[in-house]
């Protein structure tokens, strides 16, 4: 019964950038290293500015997809690189509208969406999670 009182949970969350990007591809693994922090520039060595959703269903669903780790996890893992001084997180939107416009306006911005905006044709999609 608990299942069925649980909130909706996007089975597909897509990871994109701006269509006016000069970011084409990017790698399930380039991904993870991004957002893990494990690196904070592509392998051509541009950087990009990644952005993280607010709380909720769709971030956990995202960092579950693609790293495996759950919401407790990523926090004591996100903890732990700023207070070692290894990385920093993700700049994180106020919601997914804001997330989309942030995309929009800053072309080397890679961000997830629900996969609801997959045919939005603003934006590029880099990697489907699902």
Known sequence: ????????????????????????????EEAEQLYLGRRSSLADGRPLLL???????????????????????????WSRMVFTGRALPPRESVSVEDARRLLLENPGTVGYLPDTFASDPSLHILLHLE
């Not at 649980?6 to 591809?25: F, G, Q, W």
């Not at 993280?52 to 893992?77: C, E, H, M, W």
């Open 51 to 77: 952005l993280d959703l607010p709380p909720g269903p769709v971030r956990d669903q995202f960092y579950r997809l693609l790293t495996g780790k759950n919401p407790s996890q990523i926090r004591a893992y």
């Open 1 to 28: 019964m608990a299942a069925l009182l649980a909130p909706a949970v996007h089975a597909e969350v897509i990871l994109v950038t701006s269509a006016d990007s000069n970011v084409d591809t990017l790698s399930r």
